[in-house]
């Protein structure tokens, strides 16, 4: 089946890494061995880009941005429209290549290129509601208004966990803002990121439209760091680790650029004693072991009330002991592999340390060592009892890992909640209004989605999506996350024939 993936994108053996539409830019940058987590066998080759491709690849978005710009936004849109349509005739093949490349399971994979499908349906709406404000004016005869322009070269460097949809959310936002985006995907993830820049020129071809308008550069840190520093690029938007997202902010803020920044989560779950436990034991059973715990929004934390503590464990045990785990491709499975080997060993080395700081292994996960999988990626998930005071609560470990604490009072259960440095996600699990509008006021939870009977993971498009604390503070996809792909102009028009000056200033000669 893989080859038949790679054959219908015309991937082969070598890949260029840098392109701009459908030019690819000829680097001399080393090889990466993309391999997959199913089984750890090579899958392509990708070149990295170096310093002179990388220039070429800027080179032309910035001219690019030029002709961009003055494209009216509503046929920016149209653009979009036509991403979006090819991304429905790709999604099958598409959503395969992620789970095969990344190692989601298939579900996921296809819900992943949803979003992609659904933020294209957003942003051609979009296009056409990038409103500013009108202000009354204190002097006579005097028109006062705001207007939005693009900011020009958009940078976006994204995560391994969603190789295309984050970047989706990021360059049909910028796009249909007049914006011309720059993608370095992961190191881990880089065959989707180059079939998704294919599909995209495909488009720009057809529309006879400058191929920078959408560029695909690859490699690891420098390459995030030569972004980082380029005052060509006036945002960056960067999605991953809390060290990289404060690497990258504080160099962007060096230079006076804007960031975006999505980081780490280290998302909480309360079930208080209100709870329906039918909604919250699946609720936080995918939000633990969805895309094997290697979700931004994934649950790390079940705080529970003492009263149904039992009652929660029992049925959590009892619903971990029916995970199937196996190949990604498979429409049964519930978890694929880990992304890669590293990322096992530090799920393994978490729990080592969970035991050695006291908790309580209500189910221990380690290394799968079934034959037909032993030699991929794969994990059993665990949880852990541990108490309020637990050191390793201020870590995310992203993996499988479920923390369950509990608590005996609301206002204790939201303490726990938010005394950890990051602030993503965060659910109640009650029946009870009170606790519900308790959790949702100033003295509840201080993530940046706050949800009531749904779990931490699994955010729709309208909405704006981000967090708080260390997690960054950004916000990407719906609502007016919009206005951070542009630059705020307020204008001021005087169509009388004095000169009042504000604030009733008298300067006369």
């Known amino acids: 089946m893989l080859q038949n993936i790679l054959d219908h994108f015309q991937i082969n053996g070598v890949n260029e890494g840098s392109w701009t539409g459908q030019q690819s830019v000829i680097s001399s940058g080393s090889l990466l061995e993309v391999l997959s987590p199913h089984n750890n066998q090579p899958i392509a080759s990708i070149k990295l880009t170096d310093k002179q491709a990388y220039q070429k690849v800027v080179e032309e978005a910035q001219g690019a941005f030029l002709k961009w710009r003055n494209v009216p936004a ?37 819900g992943e290129v949803q979003e992609m499908i659904d933020i294209c349906d957003f942003a051609v709406g979009l296009s056409r509601q990038l409103y500013g404000l009108t202000m009354h004016s204190e002097r006579p005869m005097h028109r006062m208004y705001e207007q939005w322009h693009p900011l020009g070269v958009v940078g976006i460097i994204s995560a391994f966990n969603f190789p295309v ?28 990121a180059l079939v998704c820049q294919k599909l995209i020129a495909e488009i720009l071809v057809a529309n006879q439209l400058p191929q920078g308008i959408s560029c695909l550069i690859s490699g690891a840190r420098e390459v995030g760091e030569w972004m980082s520093e380029d005052n060509r690029l006036p945002l960056i938007s960067a999605t991953g ?32 004693e209100n709870a329906d436990l039918n909604i919250a034991i699946p609720a936080a059973y995918f939000g633990a072991i969805g895309t094997s715990g290697q979700r931004c929004t994934s649950t790390r934390r079940l ?22 785990i196996g190949d990604p491709l498979d429409a049964k499975t519930h978890m694929g592999p880990l ?37 991929g990626c794969y994990v059993t998930p665990s949880i852990a009892l541990v108490d309020a005071s637990f050191p390793n609560l201020q870590k995310e470990l992203f993996a499988p890992l479920l923390y369950i604490i509990a608590y005996d009072d609301l206002k204790e259960a939201v303490k726990i909640q938010n005394d950890v440095p990051q602030g993503l996600s965060s659910t109640i699990m009650t029946t009870n209004i009170r606790e519900a509008e308790y959790f949702l006021s100033h003295n509840g939870s201080d993530c940046g989605i706050a949800n009531v009977n749904i779990g931490t993971s699994g955010a729709e498009i309208g909405g704006a999506f981000g967090g708080e604390k260390e997690t960054g503070g950004g916000r990407e996809s719906g609502s007016d996350a919009w206005r951070n792909y542009m630059r705020r102009q307020t204008v001021t028009i005087n169509y009388s024939d004095e000169l009042p000056l504000s604030q009733g200033i008298k300067f006369e000669l």
Not at 247 to 272: C, D, H, P, W, Y
Not at 308 to 321: F, K
């Open 74 to 110: 509503p046929k920016r849109g149209e653009i979009v429209r036509q991403f979006g349509h090819k991304l429905r005739e790709e999604k099958e093949m598409l959503s395969k290549l992620v789970a095969h490349e990344m190692g989601k399971s298939l579900q996921e994979s296809y």
């Open 339 to 375: 992304v890669d080997k590293l990322a096992v060993e530090s799920y393994l080395a978490g729990i080592d340390v969970c035991k050695k700081l006291g908790g309580q292994m209500l189910v221990e996960g380690g290394r799968l060592e079934a034959d037909h999988l032993k030699n």
């Open 303 to 324: 705080i529970v009330h003492r009263s149904v503590l039992e009652e929660v464990i029992s049925r959590l045990v009892n619903a971990y002991a029916q995970i199937t």
């Open 165 to 192: 949809a984050v970047w989706s959310w990021n360059s049909a936002i910028a796009w249909v803002c007049g914006n011309v985006c720059i993608w370095k995907a992961s190191e881990k993830t880089p065959l989707t």
């Open 241 to 272: 680790s809390v060290p990289m997202g404060k690497a990258v902010g504080q160099t962007v803020a060096k230079r006076f650029g804007k960031s975006l920044l999505e980081l780490g989560g280290n998302n909480a779950m309360i079930i208080t």
